[in-house]
């Protein structure tokens, strides 16, 4: 790589010994970025970077069609939600540069449309964004937590619906490291998430919205204080608070219960060892999904009266042959989601667990995801966004005993994927276990070896990747490649198994999966090796580092999106801590061995060829720290011998989500690298 030389690096070795075991690393200094000689390296890094994509001829014209895709007159609706006569929806509308709050009176009539909130108004830099919004029972007003540049440090702001004025203050950092708020019955009280420490020890506080008054009310016992995450919930009928409480993030709950009368206490309704993960309030009890003794899941009821617990529910939805991964409650209906490694369809049941008619839901499509749930609206109507890898989303709704019909609210592109066919695999992992993989391509294209594929996945925190139309892929998919989702262990797709199978002491079997859904492709002639890009962001980026420090030549190009690359010291950063639950522990014996046998950071050899590398990273990212990308490079291109780039893309962002102009050169960048590196070049469709 003559043309772009390699950033000099100062090695700088420093030694930490774990239980006996002395671990020697080069590049520790990168972690302090505010220091003179980080911020120098990273611009030379950043610069290094632009000159190789920059001097890519074609480039120009991938722009274009980038700008043409994300700029396009497009809408989608990305959440839904209700509050007296109104509807209110999180919208997006290319080519605003964020999502926006609106409300609706009539589903079926986007005339009826008002916006509520535009994060534009409030900060005409495209910095701002809305990270989640609450309607009051009664539709006169919204709670909504918006956040800058990307940290996800959300401020809890009031509005009054009809005017847009504020209803008391705002309240600050409700949303770090996830956070959330209910509502009163009346409209005017609140119930909110705030942090004791920075960042840590997640409390449930209580503003009386007419006198502005704030009083803490819940701050236990939770399983560890320190990294609670408390999700609250009203009842539909006004008489009930719930909050679930997460253990960091690796999937572990306790059930907190109220009434919203003033003279009521909060209690435990379910601890960690009765795994129930999820749970919704219906009028006169609380609906679970406990996988106790049923790693798949059943749903159980437990009538509410104060100081009730899990061990007086009872099973109204026994456990069946695939994985239940979300549930809501109607007045007169019980409706379950079913997830059979990836794909998903509904049930419903009456409140005593009789199945009722089916839902016909079609093939190879999702109904649940992790940021748009099965959604109750009104007490006999429930919604949920249909979508599928060639269909666009589209909200629809049904009351009991209804028959589900879309609504206006879909997603608008002039992208047509219909033509491209979805085929379901299984490719075989190391120990045995079959692996899905959904692939998408043209119905002619070729099983020699000679088509590029691009492979994706992400393996973590039991979170399922679905079936999901995304226009970008259009990118890859009109220069005859194959697209394809791995759903590996370590998600939901299969239950309560399939995440226990890789998580802490058994994360290896993701990248075990990975590795054989990458063979699979391989050996049955969808493509071949060297035509093989493979693509992960966040855990999915270190599944990225993991296979590429394991098998470099299972790929010729490889891009790690903000990626957690050094497992021994990712939880000496903030979300790190949140993430030991799901990773495992260095002070944890069992664990640091595992950790120490994968670290993508640490497994970098000498004289090694590695392929192609792309790794990107948000200086704002308070999930995932931007040296573990910075110090992955730095060894990375020390220790190659191939002359395949090794390049550190960095963005002035948060986590994964940017403005669109911000999405826009990403993606240009990432498809840049990916076409040039396959030597497909780049011919505008």
């Known amino acids: 790589m003559t043309a772009f030389p390699v950033v000099p690096t100062p090695r700088v070795p420093v030694t930490t010994t774990y239980h006996g075991v002395a671990v020697t690393e080069e590049y520790r200094w990168l972690e302090d970025a505010s220091s003179e000689e980080t911020i120098r390296w990273t611009e030379a890094q950043q610069a290094r970077t632009r000159a190789y994509l920059d001097a890519i001829g074609w480039r120009p014209a991938l722009r274009a069609r980038v700008e043409e895709l994300m700029r396009d007159a497009s809408t989608r609706y990305v959440s839904l939600g209700s509050g007296g006569e109104l509807f209110f929806a999180l919208k997006e509308q290319r080519p605003r540069q964020r999502p926006m709050l609106v ?17 534009l108004e409030v900060d005409p ?96 016992p939770f399983a560890d204080a320190q990294i ?99 549930l809501a409650v109607t007045t007169g209906t019980v409706w379950v989601v079913d997830l059979d490694g990836g794909p998903q369809q509904v049930r419903r049941f009456d409140p005593d667990g009789q199945e009722l008619a089916s839902v016909e839901i079609p093939p190879v499509s999702s109904v649940s995801s992790y940021g748009a749930r099965l959604t109750r609206l009104r007490p006999d109507l429930v919604a949920w966004s249909g979508a599928s890898f060639t269909a666009p989303g589209t909200w629809w709704v049904t009351g ?12 608008t592109t002039s992208v047509d994927l219909s033509g491209y066919v979805v085929t379901r695999e299984m490719a075989t992992s190391k120990d045995g276990t079959l692996v899905p993989i959904s692939i998408i391509s ?20 039991g979170i399922s990747l679905v079936p999901m139309f995304n226009a970008e ?35 290896q079997n993701c990248f075990d999966d990975f590795i054989a859904c990458a063979e699979h492709l391989a050996i049955h002639g969808i493509t071949s090796h060297d035509r093989l890009a493979i693509l992960g962001g966040s855990n999915g980026g270190l599944l990225m580092g993991a296979v590429l420090t394991q098998r470099p030549d299972i790929a010729r190009a490889v891009v790690a999106a903000v990626p957690v690359l050094d497992s021994l010291r990712s939880e000496t950063s903030t979300n790190g801590v949140y993430n030991v639950t799901e990773f495992g522990t260095v002070a944890d014996p069992e664990h640091f061995a595992a950790l120490l046998a ?88």
């Open 103 to 119: 409300s609706l009176t009539d589903l079926d009539d986007p005339g009826t449309e008002s916006v509520v909130l535009d994060p």
């Open 125 to 220: 830099s495209g910095e701002t964004t809305i990270d989640w919004f609450v309607p009051s029972p009664d539709g006169r007003r919204v709670a909504v937590s918006l956040s800058e540049h990307g940290n996800e440090d959300g401020t809890l702001h009031v509005y009054d619906v009809a005017t847009g004025e504020h209803v008391g203050a705002p309240i600050p950092h409700v949303n770090v490291m996830g956070g959330s708020m209910t509502w009163r019955h009346d409209s005017d009280g609140i119930w909110y998430t705030l942090p004791a420490d920075v960042g840590f020890r997640q409390q449930v506080w209580f503003r009386d919205l007419d006198t502005g008054t704030d009083t803490v009310e819940l701050t236990g």
């Open 228 to 326: 609670a995450e408390n999700f609250l919930s009203s009842s539909p009928d006004g008489r009930w608070v719930m909050d679930r409480v997460q253990k960091g993030d690796g999937g572990e709950w306790q059930i907190f219960v109220r009434g919203q009368d003033a003279g009521s206490a909060w209690w435990q309704a379910a601890d960690i060892p009765d795994r129930c993960v999820y749970a919704v309030l219906g009028e006169e009890a609380v609906y679970l999904l406990s996988r106790l003794g049923t790693p798949r899941g059943r749903i159980l009821r437990l009538p509410l009266t104060q100081g009730a617990t899990v061990s007086g529910a009872e099973t109204i939805v026994p456990a069946g042959e695939h994985a239940i991964d979300d």
């Open 400 to 411: 009991d005993g209804g028959t589900p019909g879309p609504t206006a609210l879909r997603t």
């Open 442 to 461: 043209a119905p002619d294209t070729p099983r020699d070896g000679s088509a590029p594929a691009l492979l994706v996945a992400y393996g973590g925190y």
């Open 473 to 507: 892929r259009v990118l890859w998919l009109e220069q005859g490649g194959v697209y394809a989702v791995a759903n590996i262990r370590g998600g939901g797709e299969y239950g309560e198994e399939w995440h226990q199978g890789g998580r802490l002491t058994t994360k």
């Open 598 to 685: 994968y670290s993508p950071y640490h497994h970098v050899a000498d004289q090694t060829s590695y392929p192609a590398v792309l790794l990107t990273a948000g200086e704002h990212d308070t999930r995932v720290d931007a040296w573990h990308a910075k110090k992955m490079a730095a060894r990375l291109q020390a220790a190659t011998r191939s002359e395949h780039p090794v390049l550190l893309r960095m963005e002035a962002g948060g986590h994964l989500d940017g403005s669109l102009d911000q999405m826009v050169e990403e993606s240009t960048d990432i498809y840049s690298f990916l076409f040039d590196q396959l030597g497909l070049g780049y011919a505008a469709p």
